[in-house]
Structures are given as structure tokens and as C-alpha cells.
């Protein structure tokens, strides 16, 4: 019988869970590609080049949305369960708290693989694969100049306006406008122009144009007429071979040990953070919805004032998670607290097994009775009296 009831209250939960991770994976999926977006579309750059880096984003996100997916999905569909009756039958036929604790305990372990495939290998590969693609666009600066008919700023201070392009990298009607330097502001306007690439880096070779100096202290102008100039657009971007790869970047074998190379002069507590949240990040899985079993089925039933369990598992998990976030900014200061970062996910479930193990208050682990059913008729005062 154990394990058909287990096989049914993991269905139970499986359909809302399925739900709520659609959902939650849309909405923070949408807000972190937006970021992408503005990118892409600075850069000029293709529908299909957006599309790889919304794919490379879904380990990302999928590492903060699966855990709490898990214990909404829990806490709904147990709490169902409890209105109609389902547990309230459960328990008066035999099945203990911590009986019904076993599937739900279950449930969240294959999250808790599916959570670990993702933050111990996807999300660092996928990290490490976005930022290079997003370097290389950067240094890509052809994507961001051939463009007509928009001011754009492919660096700060500078701004660029190209009338009209063609395919072979040819421009008609150059605007490039040099802030960088406080002390001069540069206009440069060109008939024609073209983008040469060189071993020393990118070149604007322009034509038939005018260069304007204006010296911002006494306002003064001066203007030079040319036939060709060559405008060095290398200084406009960072090589992306001299990118320092994130600690987010690296898997968690790597960064619980870091290397002096891997450091590169960076403080070694981030690394070791970031290494053990990887690990233990799975974790939340199975303590969260555990953490919701042990507030809708706990010791003092009522019948009614559930609302107030579903809102007192929701604080109780969202004070487990916080704990996790704030042990791990302790352990980027000091490398050495990192059994902190395991102690909330196992303090959280551990508590949650021992509220269902004890039943009742002093019930030492003495089986208590089945909750009275929400739709049970209130007991008689006279009666009880």
C-alpha cells in the first residue's frame, strides 16, 4: 500500500510542479534576456545569435526557479489533498506523518538531481560560453557600425551615424563624434567610408571628409579638410582574449580549490563561495518542500486556519533560502565558514522531520491523530461540555 499511496502523492505534486516551473522559468527567463536583448540589438547583431544566448541562459535560470517550483508545487497540491479529504483518509487508515514525509522526500531528491546536473556542470559551461560570445560581439565592431540611419554608441563617448551602408562594407555619409578625451571633442564627417581590418585591429579608413577639434576651456574651433583619414576603432573595444573568466564561470571542483592562475590576484573567499553554493544549492529541493509537509501537517490541527500554515511555510522557506544567501556573503568574506552554507537546507529539513516524527507535543515519536477533515461538521459544545 506504501508505495501506491507514494506513487500517488508524487503524481499529485508532479502536475503543479510542471506548471509552476513553466510559469517561473517565462517570467525570469523574459527579465534576464532583456538585458540580453538591449546587447544584441546595440551590436546589430542577428534574431538567430539572440536565440543562442536566451538557450545559454536557461541553466541560469532554471538554477533559482527549480527549488522554489518544488515547494510551491509541494505545498499546493498537499494542501489540496488536505481539503479534500485525501490525507485525513491516509492517516486514519494507518499512515504516519513521516510515512507521508517519504514521498514528498522523494520527489524533492529528483529535483535535486535535475537541480545538481544544472548547477554542477550546465550553468558554469553555459556561463563561461555566454560572456565569450558576448565579448566576441563586443569586439565585433563592424556588427556595430554597419547600421544606417542610426545614431548608436559602440563605446562611451562616441558616437556614430552612417547614412547608408552596403554590403561589402562600404558607408555613404559618416558622423563619428569623440568625446573620450576631456580635453578635445572630436566631429569627424566623411562622404565615404570603409571598414578595413588590420593584425593591428579594426580601421575606418574615411574619405573625402572634414576633422573638427573643439577645445572645451576656450571654446575654440579648428577644421581640417582631407581626402583620407584612418580612424583606429581598436582602442573602441577590450580584446576578448584578455577576459578574466568569473568565478561563476568555473565548476565547483575547481573553485573549492581555486588555483594561483584561476585567482589571477582575486581574493580566494569568492571562489570557495561559489564552488560550495554550486554543491549546495541542490540541496533546497528536498528541504523546501519538506519544510511545507511539516507546516500543513505539524502538531495543533484546527479546522480551520489553514491559509495561516500555507503562510507560515512560506516564511519558514523563505527564511531557509536567506539563511543559504547569508551564509554564503559570510563565506566570500572568510573562505573558512563554508560548512555554513550547508547548514540551513539540512537545519531546515532536519526540523521539518522532527515536527512530523514528534506529532503532538511530547508525542515522542507517539503516532498522533489524523487531522480533522476541513469538511468534517464542527463538534457539538453541549456534547464536549
Same mark, same amino acid.
Request: charged share 20%; glycine share 8%; proline share 6%.
Given at each position: 500500500?506504501?508505495?501506491?499511496?507514494?506513487?500517488?502523492?508524487?503524481?499529485?505534486?508532479?502536475?503543479?510542479?510542471?506548471?509552476? /516551473?513553466?510559469?517561473?522559468?517565462?517570467?525570469?527567463?523574459?527579465?534576464?534576456?532583456?538585458?540580453?536583448?538591449?546587447?544584441?540589438?546595440?551590436?546589430? !547583431?542577428?534574431?538567430?545569435?539572440?536565440?543562442?544566448?536566451?538557450?545559454?541562459?536557461?541553466?541560469?535560470?532554471? /538554477?533559482?526557479?527549480?527549488?522554489?517550483?518544488?515547494?510551491?508545487?509541494?505545498?499546493?497540491?498537499?494542501?489540496?489533498?488536505?481539503?479534500? /479529504?485525501?490525507?485525513?483518509?491516509?492517516? /486514519?487508515?494507518?499512515?504516519?506523518?513521516?510515512?507521508?514525509?517519504?514521498?514528498? +522526500?522523494?520527489?524533492?531528491?529528483?529535483?535535486?538531481?535535475?537541480?545538481?546536473?544544472?548547477?554542477?556542470?550546465?550553468?558554469?559551461?553555459?556561463?563561461? *560560453?555566454?560572456?565569450?560570445?558576448? %565579448? *566576441?560581439?563586443?569586439?565585433?565592431?563592424?556588427?556595430?557600425?554597419?547600421? =544606417?540611419?542610426?545614431?548608436?554608441?559602440?563605446?562611451?563617448?562616441?558616437?556614430?551615424?552612417?547614412?547608408?551602408?552596403?554590403?561589402?562594407?562600404?558607408?555613404?555619409?559618416?558622423?563619428?563624434?569623440?568625446?573620450?578625451?576631456?580635453? +578635445?571633442?572630436?566631429?569627424?564627417? @566623411?562622404?565615404?567610408?570603409?571598414?578595413?581590418?588590420?593584425?593591428?585591429?579594426?580601421?575606418?579608413?574615411?574619405?573625402?571628409?572634414?576633422? !573638427?577639434?573643439?577645445?572645451?576651456?576656450?571654446?575654440?574651433?579648428?577644421?581640417?579638410?582631407?581626402?583620407?583619414?584612418?580612424?583606429?576603432?581598436?582602442?573602441?573595444?577590450?580584446?576578448?582574449?584578455?577576459?578574466?573568466?568569473?568565478? $561563476? *564561470?568555473?565548476?565547483?571542483?575547481?573553485?573549492? $580549490?581555486?588555483? =594561483?592562475?584561476?585567482?589571477?590576484?582575486?581574493?580566494?573567499?569568492?571562489?570557495?563561495? *561559489?564552488?560550495?553554493?554550486?554543491?549546495?544549492?541542490?540541496?533546497?529541493?528536498? %528541504?523546501?518542500?519538506?519544510?511545507?509537509?511539516?507546516?500543513?501537517?505539524?502538531?495543533?490541527?484546527?479546522?480551520?486556519?489553514?491559509?495561516?500554515?500555507? %503562510?507560515? %511555510?512560506?516564511?519558514?522557506? @523563505?527564511?531557509?533560502?536567506?539563511?543559504?544567501?547569508?551564509?554564503?556573503?559570510?563565506? $566570500?568574506?572568510?573562505?573558512?565558514?563554508?560548512?555554513?552554507?550547508?547548514?540551513?537546507?539540512?537545519?531546515?529539513?532536519?526540523?521539518?522531520?522532527?515536527?512530523?516524527?514528534?506529532?503532538?507535543?511530547?508525542?515522542?515519536?507517539?503516532?498522533?491523530?489524523?487531522?480533522?477533515?476541513?469538511?468534517?461538521?464542527?463538534?457539538?459544545?453541549?456534547?464536549?461540555?
Amino acid at each position: 500500500m506504501s508505495k501506491t499511496v507514494s506513487r500517488y502523492v508524487i503524481g499529485q505534486i508532479l502536475g503543479p510542479f510542471g506548471l509552476f /516551473s513553466l510559469v517561473l522559468l517565462g517570467l525570469v527567463w523574459l527579465t534576464q534576456s532583456l538585458q540580453v536583448i538591449e546587447t544584441v540589438v546595440a551590436s546589430g !547583431q542577428s534574431a538567430i545569435l539572440f536565440a543562442q544566448f536566451a538557450v545559454l541562459l536557461l541553466p541560469v535560470v532554471m /538554477s533559482l526557479i527549480l527549488p522554489v517550483a518544488a515547494f510551491a508545487a509541494a505545498l499546493y497540491a498537499l494542501n489540496r489533498m488536505f481539503v479534500d /479529504s485525501e490525507i485525513v483518509v491516509l492517516m /486514519s487508515a494507518g499512515m504516519s506523518r513521516v510515512a507521508l514525509a517519504r514521498p514528498v +522526500a522523494a520527489f524533492g531528491g529528483g529535483v535535486m538531481i535535475a537541480m545538481a546536473v544544472v548547477t554542477l556542470y550546465l550553468m558554469p559551461s553555459a556561463s563561461r *560560453e555566454l560572456r565569450g560570445q558576448m %565579448a *566576441e560581439m563586443g569586439a565585433d565592431i563592424a556588427g556595430a557600425l554597419l547600421r =544606417e540611419g542610426e545614431f548608436i554608441t559602440p563605446a562611451e563617448g562616441v558616437t556614430v551615424y552612417v547614412r547608408r551602408t552596403a554590403r561589402d562594407g562600404q558607408m555613404a555619409g559618416l558622423f563619428v563624434q569623440d568625446d573620450r578625451d576631456p580635453d +578635445a571633442r572630436l566631429t569627424y564627417t @566623411a562622404e565615404r567610408a570603409a571598414l578595413v581590418r588590420t593584425n593591428d585591429g579594426p580601421r575606418l579608413v574615411m574619405f573625402d571628409g572634414a576633422a !573638427q577639434r573643439l577645445n572645451p576651456d576656450d571654446r575654440t574651433l579648428s577644421a581640417l579638410s582631407f581626402d583620407k583619414l584612418v580612424y583606429d576603432l581598436s582602442t573602441l573595444v577590450e580584446p576578448g582574449a584578455s577576459r578574466r573568466l568569473k568565478p $561563476s *564561470e568555473y565548476h565547483a571542483w575547481d573553485l573549492v $580549490s581555486p588555483s =594561483e592562475d584561476m585567482l589571477d590576484g582575486r581574493p580566494r573567499d569568492e571562489f570557495v563561495a *561559489e564552488g560550495h553554493e554550486q554543491i549546495s544549492a541542490p540541496l533546497y529541493s528536498v %528541504a523546501l518542500p519538506l519544510i511545507g509537509l511539516a507546516c500543513l501537517l505539524g502538531p495543533g490541527f484546527r479546522r480551520r486556519g489553514y491559509g495561516k500554515r500555507v %503562510a507560515a %511555510a512560506v516564511a519558514l522557506a @523563505a527564511l531557509c533560502r536567506i539563511a543559504g544567501v547569508a551564509a554564503k556573503s559570510a563565506t $566570500s568574506d572568510v573562505a573558512e565558514l563554508w560548512p555554513t552554507m550547508y547548514l540551513a537546507p539540512a537545519l531546515g529539513a532536519g526540523l521539518a522531520l522532527l515536527v512530523l516524527w514528534r506529532g503532538l507535543p511530547g508525542g515522542q515519536g507517539r503516532r498522533a491523530p489524523p487531522p480533522a477533515s476541513p469538511n468534517s461538521p464542527a463538534p457539538d459544545a453541549g456534547a464536549s461540555a
